[in-house]
């Protein structure tokens, strides 16, 4: 199950390709470089969530071990 941090990161991904999209219609450097930098964040911020995510699962996991 994803966690938020999960989520925000995805969202942030399809917003900066969004924005990297309508900067290429546009021409407009500026929206592009935004939008890598919101696509760049959002891989940034979903990797942490997995992480998070990983060692949560795996604390859970040693307590199911334990018998807790």
Known sequence: M???DEVRGKTDQVKGDIK???GNL???EN???EGDADNAAGQAE???GKGRRKVGDAVKDL???LGH
Do not use: V, Y
Request: avoid cysteine.
């Open 20 to 22: 990297k999209g309508i």
């Open 26 to 28: 546009k021409d407009d």
């Open 2 to 4: 994803w966690n938020k």
């Open 63 to 65: 307590g199911d071990k």
């Open 31 to 33: 929206l592009r470089e």
């Open 46 to 48: 979903e990797a942490f």
